[in-house]
């Protein structure tokens, strides 16, 4: 079985904070290849995760994930906005947008890929 878009952003975040650029890696594996479309279906992949509690919004400070205040709602306009007017169709920089830290849960989904994976 292939790995989703949500999935492929859960397993890299096991290992790693993922940036918005990250995002659209994982993004492409819905089958979007025109920019726009890639970037707003990233950024929708974006606020599914962040509304079902899987990963949080924030900034790297010192080493360390510190979460952005506020609801998932409010992050997920944030991003779309920040994206919309800094970068347009381009892929922002890593980190220039947002980090995205998974959540206990956003693991869990992580792990049960990785370990469907090994199975198959």
């Not at 779309?80 to 970068?87: F, G, K, N, P």
């Not at 892929?91 to 992580?110: H, K, Q, R, Y």
């Amino acid at each position: 079985m292939r790995r989703t878009p949500k999935e492929d952003l859960l397993v890299g975040g096991l290992d790693d904070w993922a940036d918005a650029g990250w995002a659209l890696m994982s993004a492409r594996l819905g089958g979007a290849e025109d920019p726009v479309a890639l970037r707003d279906y990233t950024l929708g992949l974006i606020a599914e995760v962040l509304d079902e509690g899987l990963m949080v919004a924030g900034d790297v400070i010192a080493g360390e994930h510190i979460p952005w205040p506020g609801s998932a709602e409010e992050a997920a306009d944030r991003i779309r906005r920040d994206w919309l007017d800094e970068w347009g169709e381009d892929v922002p920089t890593p980190g220039s947008v947002v980090w995205l830290a998974n959540t206990s849960a956003g693991d869990e989904i992580g792990r049960a890929v990785l370990a469907r994976e090994s199975l198959e």
